[in-house]
């Protein structure tokens, strides 16, 4: 903070203690300027909680003689102008180069491409190129914010593509929430792209528009928010029912949140053969038979809850081995957890607050995950979607299907060894080097075992 205090009116020692009493540490104080009657002092104050900024400030304009220029703080600063940037691979040094990189030596690779499409790979960033698209509509947990407020997630998700995996993303935020209008305009611009990263759509538009741009399309499309949460959701809980010592298939599951992630979390599931997995909404329990204005859930009733179990969470959660929750904060109560099977494990993912908090649950589950980074076990995305898309544009995939994301699942989850897993290590953290080349390589595989990838070590080969 900037502060400029008046000599005569206001000492440090009252702004160091409002400071301390709205919960901040003061770590460094400088002298910017100096006067006869007042300074501007920049100070370096540490909260454990951002929330406490506006107390801080409160406080402050309280107090006689001290005027707030300027405030900043660390994630702001991370953002200016900005997180990412377009940079050359090569420069150009002189007019041979430039002839070469644009014109007239570009019209030869121009032509090249033009007379074989498939050039576009080898002669231009297409490869190694994904879009991140989002329209602003569900962006973490703050809702519809538009594109614009979007753009700073978007971002992020091209840092980490790039960091995690080598591959360069850029964000596409589009000012329509029309399906028909996204979609033409995603298949517009795909010819630059060798990915499509769906990011923050809402349910259930998210759902025809994906659909429509892998039918439409002959490059990977991929929703993170549905499948790069139910591929490191089945990680984690192919660890914990062996630390359990359950077996998937034979596991009572529950799942809580029937939104685009629970939907794809329990299809997921129900691939890698779990039988008995019940959906519960606001509503209930979704049975078969019912009639359901939503067409996901329509699809969902009917292939899931074999035995009709009807009422609330806390009705079908009886004697349940799993909980997987994608919906809110307190949803999950202790007394729901006493009433699941011996050694419950429990997936509490809604963010940032999850439905039940691992102090809470801990002395009455086996193993407890959630979706934060200050807690053990948190599924993250950031798991996914880096060795997923490097795998998909490594051998050219048409398409990411079941078989891909099942590999990348098991991938993620032999990183950790036998002798490692424990209640609290369940799942490998985000900056674990392995799981991006474990999961590109299982990806890879899948891709051509299943048919749909285009270039085998180096080569290419018919779809």
Same mark, same amino acid.
């Given at each position: 903070?900037?502060?400029?205090?008046?000599?005569?009116?206001?000492?440090?020692?009252?702004?160091?203690?409002?400071?301390?009493?709205?919960?901040?540490?003061?770590?460094?104080?400088?002298?910017?300027?100096?006067?006869?009657?007042?300074?501007?002092?920049?100070?370096?104050?540490?909260?454990?909680?951002?929330?406490?900024?506006?107390?801080? /400030?409160?406080?402050? +304009?309280?107090?006689?003689?001290?005027?707030?220029? +300027?405030?900043?703080?660390?994630?702001?600063?991370?953002?200016?102008?900005?997180? $990412?940037?377009? =940079?050359? @691979?090569?420069? $150009?040094?002189?007019?041979?180069?430039?002839?070469? /990189?644009?014109?007239? #030596?570009?019209?030869?690779?121009?032509?090249?491409?033009?007379?074989?499409?498939?050039?576009?790979?080898?002669?231009?960033?297409?490869?190694?190129?994904?879009?991140?698209?989002?329209?602003?509509?569900?962006?973490?947990?703050?809702?519809?914010?538009?594109?614009?407020?979007?753009?700073?997630?978007?971002?992020?998700?091209?840092?980490?593509?790039?960091?995690?995996?080598?591959?360069?993303?850029?964000?596409?935020?589009?000012?329509?929430?029309?399906?028909?209008?996204? $979609?033409?305009? %995603?298949?517009?611009?795909?010819?630059?792209?060798?990915?499509?990263?769906?990011?923050?759509?809402?349910?259930?538009?998210?759902?025809?528009?994906?659909?429509?741009?892998?039918?439409?399309?002959?490059?990977?499309?991929?929703?993170?928010? =549905?499948?790069?949460?139910?591929?490191?959701?089945?990680? #984690?809980?192919?660890?914990?029912?062996?630390?359990?010592?359950?077996?998937?298939?034979?596991?009572?599951?529950?799942?809580?949140?029937?939104?685009?992630?629970? $939907?794809?979390?329990?299809?997921?599931?129900?691939?890698? #053969?779990?039988?008995?997995?019940?959906?519960?909404?606001?509503?209930?329990?979704?049975?078969?038979?019912?009639?359901?204005?939503?067409?996901?859930?329509?699809?969902?009733?009917?292939?899931? +809850?074999?035995?009709?179990?009807?009422?609330?969470?806390?009705?079908?959660?009886?004697?349940?081995?799993?909980?997987? #929750?994608?919906?809110?904060?307190?949803?999950?109560?202790?007394?729901?957890?006493?009433?699941?099977?011996?050694?419950?494990?429990?997936?509490?993912?809604?963010?940032?607050?999850?439905?039940?908090?691992?102090?809470?649950?801990?002395?009455?589950?086996?193993?407890?995950?959630?979706?934060?980074?200050?807690?053990?076990?948190?599924?993250? +995305?950031?798991?996914?979607?880096?060795?997923?898309?490097?795998?998909?544009?490594?051998?050219?995939?048409?398409?990411?299907?079941?078989?891909? @994301?099942?590999?990348?699942? =098991?991938?993620?989850?032999?990183?950790?060894?036998?002798?490692?897993?424990?209640?609290?290590?369940?799942?490998?953290?985000?900056?674990?080097?392995?799981? %991006?080349?474990?999961?590109?390589?299982?990806?890879?595989?899948?891709?051509?075992?299943?048919?749909?990838?285009?270039?085998?070590?180096?080569?290419? =080969?018919?779809?």
């Amino acid at each position: 903070m900037r502060l400029e205090m008046h000599k005569e009116r206001v000492t440090f020692g009252q702004i160091a203690t409002a400071i301390g009493e709205g919960g901040g540490d003061i770590v460094a104080v400088d002298v910017s300027q100096a006067s006869g009657t007042t300074t501007i002092r920049d100070i370096t104050v540490q909260m454990s909680d951002s929330s406490h900024t506006d107390t801080i /400030v409160a406080k402050l +304009n309280a107090l006689e003689g001290v005027k707030i220029i +300027n405030i900043s703080d660390q994630t702001f600063l991370m953002h200016l102008g900005g997180k $990412i940037e377009v =940079q050359a @691979k090569m420069p $150009i040094k002189n007019r041979d180069d430039l002839s070469r /990189v644009y014109t007239p #030596g570009v019209a030869r690779v121009c032509t090249a491409i033009h007379e074989d499409k498939s050039k576009v790979y080898s002669l231009t960033i297409k490869r190694n190129t994904v879009a991140v698209v989002s329209d602003g509509t569900a962006v973490l947990g703050l809702g519809n914010i538009g594109p614009e407020a979007a753009m700073p997630v978007m971002e992020g998700k091209a840092m980490l593509f790039k960091q995690m995996a080598g591959v360069d993303a850029f964000p596409i935020c589009l000012d329509t929430q029309d399906t028909e209008e996204i $979609i033409r305009t %995603v298949k517009a611009i795909a010819p630059a792209f060798g990915g499509i990263n769906l990011e923050d759509i809402s349910s259930p538009r998210c759902f025809e528009i994906e659909q429509r741009l892998i039918a439409e399309l002959d490059i990977p499309v991929f929703h993170d928010d =549905q499948h790069g949460t139910a591929v490191v959701l089945l990680a #984690g809980l192919l660890n914990a029912v062996k630390v359990a010592g359950k077996r998937l298939q034979d596991c009572k599951v529950v799942v809580c949140g029937i939104g685009a992630a629970g $939907i794809a979390c329990s299809k997921m599931l129900l691939a890698a #053969g779990v039988t008995n997995l019940i959906g519960v909404d606001r509503a209930g329990a979704l049975v078969r038979g019912e009639t359901y204005g939503n067409a996901a859930w329509a699809w969902y009733a009917e292939h899931t +809850n074999p035995h009709r179990l009807t009422g609330r969470l806390s009705d079908v959660i009886e004697g349940a081995d799993v909980f997987i #929750g994608l919906s809110g904060p307190k949803v999950l109560s202790v007394n729901d957890i006493k009433k699941m099977a011996a050694d419950p494990i429990v997936f509490a993912m809604a963010n940032p607050t999850p439905e039940i908090t691992p102090e809470e649950a801990e002395p009455y589950v086996r193993v407890m995950a959630t979706g934060r980074s200050d807690y053990p076990n948190q599924i993250n +995305n950031v798991l996914c979607f880096p060795g997923m898309f490097r795998g998909a544009l490594d051998c050219r995939a048409a398409r990411i299907n079941e078989e891909m @994301k099942l590999a990348a699942a =098991q991938a993620i989850a032999s990183v950790v060894k036998e002798d490692e897993l424990s209640e609290h290590y369940i799942i490998p953290s985000v900056f674990n080097a392995a799981v %991006v080349e474990r999961v590109r390589e299982a990806v890879i595989r899948a891709a051509v075992e299943s048919g749909v990838a285009r270039r085998v070590r180096g080569h290419r =080969q018919e779809e």
